[in-house]
């Protein structure tokens, strides 16, 4: 390459290195005047505005730094105070719009770098209207007498935040009464008034204008009757038609505690059929209705209570096959403080499981009384089986007919009606309907699950016998189940030797009973319960109780009548009552019976109804219906058939 073009070369290139260096100094100082840009403010103008309102300013600004920027808001050339600039650039001001006119709004911005930015509008607070509020309400106001009438409407102004309302009524004597305003000017009050027309009159007041409105209320006469529709209540007024809610009610009488060291006043207050009480009821064994009246009274003789009874039940009954109740005179004397035996030494003849640590109650007869007078009896029958398993078809009783009625009751001679389990129909009542009556008493309804159940007796040494349920050993109201079953192999057809104890099979002792809480007694007293089942779910033998867990005083014998409950046929089968207690008859000859027909009167009607009743009844004896436990059979006996006949009469 010659010389010349070398220096071209050279020429060329230099020249290249100065415009190189000539556009990236253009470059940098492009970049150092985009970094240091003045802020940019921008908005809208003209805004309106009603006087009395707020003026709202929004306006956006643009830098590279806006946490350091600083902004400087004037209002006609005076400092504004109030405006915000937030992270995202927006500018906003609330101005109250007072003075009615056009403002300008002038905005500067500045930057660290002392760069601003300026922006100017302006606004316009238009005046308020010549007029003053407005009180719209639809026409007159009504409502039936008893009820609110509802006072509402709206409120028409420019700004409902400056207004305030009040309401009375015209020439009462409540004087003004405050009134809200919701934001869109809508308000409602009820207000209540007796039968007739007033004058209510609605003031607003907003900013410097008020207004009143009157306007007619009235109140309508009702057709209905108002008042308490409730029959449970104090004030029930049986000529309400309406329920007016102003029904009240007394509180429950709470229940009364009784000291067990003294249970005088407990036993005076249980006992029913005091102070001639009873009501008649009546015997479905006969053909008329017989108005029996239970009688009871109660005395207390020093350390004792004495009761006199006559034997007759608070309900409806079925005396059985025997037939027919009738009154007795019976006097029991228990000690006021029941003593728990800790002497043994006992005879266990009827109650082999006590081991002779208590003394036993009579395998049949009396072993205790119900409230209403009538004897409590053992578990056993005259033939010596199982009267409640019999009953409930547990086993065949074939040595002679047995079956229970109405609360497991039946009559045996001399027309003594007693209990061989249950009775807790002393406590039970029909709900008045047309088709309940007693012949539809059944054990689940006379029983309050969920409730302990209240006393239904007194046993011979003092202590109470309670309904099926009370309060097991974690304190929840349970049904009390026997702890005795049978033995392996036997039915209950001989009576208590069937049964053997076993402790802790159910909730009661030896005796069928326990120490506990009690509603009349909650820190406790030993008591006996009546028992349905027992823990595994099977008979409830012994049903009351089978010894006596407190002393007896002798005067009681520890059972009462020895020759009661067997009855007075004997034949193949029945041994002849106790020496002492009569030679009874053998059965065929005539005599008053257990079963049979003998001592039955004749029902009303012709003798064709005799023929079917005669035939009914034969048809009874022979035949027993299974049923379980929970549901006793209905023996077609001779309650149901005087019942139709006396239909038919």
């Known amino acids: 390459m010659g010389q010349r073009a070398q220096s071209l070369m050279l020429a060329g290139i230099m020249f290249l290195s100065v415009l190189t260096g000539m556009l990236m100094l253009d470059l940098s100082t492009n970049q150092d005047d985009v970094g240091n840009g003045a802020p940019i403010v921008a908005g809208s103008s003209g805004s309106e505005f009603q006087q009395g309102g707020i003026a709202i300013i929004l306006l956006s600004v643009s830098d590279e730094d806006l946490a350091s920027v600083e902004v400087d808001v004037r209002i006609d050339g005076s400092p504004a105070e109030g405006f915000v600039l937030d992270e995202n650039g927006i500018l906003q001001g609330n101005l109250p719009a007072t003075d009615p006119g056009v403002k300008l709004v002038e905005v500067e911005v500045t930057d660290k770098e002392g760069e601003s930015g300026m922006w100017s509008g302006t606004f316009t607070v238009l005046p308020a209207p010549a007029s003053g509020p407005e009180i719209m309400i639809g026409g007159p106001l009504a409502a039936e007498e008893g009820s609110s009438l509802a006072l509402s409407g709206t409120v028409v102004y420019y700004n409902i935040s400056a207004c305030s309302m009040t309401w009375q009524e015209v020439g009462g004597s409540s004087g003004s009464l405050p009134m809200s305003i919701m934001e869109d000017g809508r308000f409602h009050e009820d207000i209540e008034g007796d039968v007739g027309t007033v004058a209510i009159r609605l003031s607003i007041y907003c900013d410097d204008f008020s207004q009143t409105t009157d306007v007619e209320a009235t109140w309508l006469e009702s057709s209905e009757v108002r008042g308490c529709t ?300 009546s028992t349905i089942e027992n823990g595994i779910g099977d008979m409830g033998f012994p049903y009351f109780l089978i010894c006596y867990h407190g002393i007896v005083p002798n005067a009681n014998d520890g059972g009462g009548d020895h020759c009661a409950g067997y009855g007075e046929t004997w034949g193949p089968g029945i041994g002849p009552p106790p020496e002492g207690c009569g030679q009874g008859q053998q059965a065929g000859q005539e005599a ?48 149901p058939v005087y019942r139709q006949a006396r239909e038919l009469a």
Not at 483 to 503: A, F, M, W
Request: a negative charge; proline letters at 7%.
């Open 230 to 529: 409730d029959e449970e209540a104090d004030n029930f007024d049986s000529s309400a038609t309406e329920d007016d809610g102003s029904c009240t009610y007394s509180e429950p009488e709470p229940d009364a505690i009784y000291d067990s060291s003294d249970l005088g006043q407990f036993w005076i207050d249980k006992f029913l059929c005091q102070d001639e009480t009873g009501t008649g009821v009546d015997d479905y064994n006969t053909s008329g209705h017989d108005n029996h009246v239970c009688d009871v009274s109660v005395v207390l003789d020093g350390d004792n209570v004495t009761i006199t009874m006559n034997g007759l039940p608070n309900h409806d009954l079925e005396s059985g096959p025997g037939c027919c109740a009738s009154s007795q005179n019976y006097v029991l004397s228990v000690p006021r403080s029941p003593t728990n035996d800790t002497q043994g030494g006992h005879n266990d003849a009827n109650c082999p499981e006590a081991g002779g640590a208590y003394e036993c109650a009579a395998d049949r007869g009396e072993i205790a009384y119900a409230l209403n007078g009538v004897p409590i009896f053992g578990p056993e029958d005259g033939p010596g089986g199982d009267a409640v398993a019999s009953h409930h078809g547990v086993y065949e009783e074939d040595r002679q007919e047995i079956w229970l009625g109405l609360c497991h009751g039946h009559s045996g001679p001399g027309g003594v009606y007693h209990y061989h389990a249950d009775a807790n129909c002393i406590h039970w009542h029909t709900d008045g309907s047309e088709d309940m009556g007693w012949l539809d008493y059944s054990f689940p309804s006379s029983t309050y699950n969920g409730s302990s159940s209240p006393v239904i007796g007194v046993a011979f040494d003092g202590y109470p016998i309670y309904g099926v349920y009370g309060e097991d050993d974690t304190g929840q109201v349970a049904e009390m189940k026997s702890s005795y079953r049978l033995k392996e192999g036997e039915t209950g057809y001989n009576g208590i030797d069937d049964y053997e104890y076993v402790e802790g099979l159910g909730d009661l002792d030896v005796c069928n009973g326990h120490f506990g809480p009690t509603p009349d007694f909650p820190d406790g007293i030993y008591h006996y319960h």
């Open 592 to 639: 008053p019976v257990e079963s049979g027909i003998a001592v039955l009167p004749p029902p009303p009607g012709g003798a064709m109804l005799w023929i079917l009743i005669l035939a009914a009844i034969g048809i009874s004896i022979r035949f027993k219906e299974e049923a379980s436990w929970r549901g006793p059979r209905d023996p077609a006996g001779i309650a």
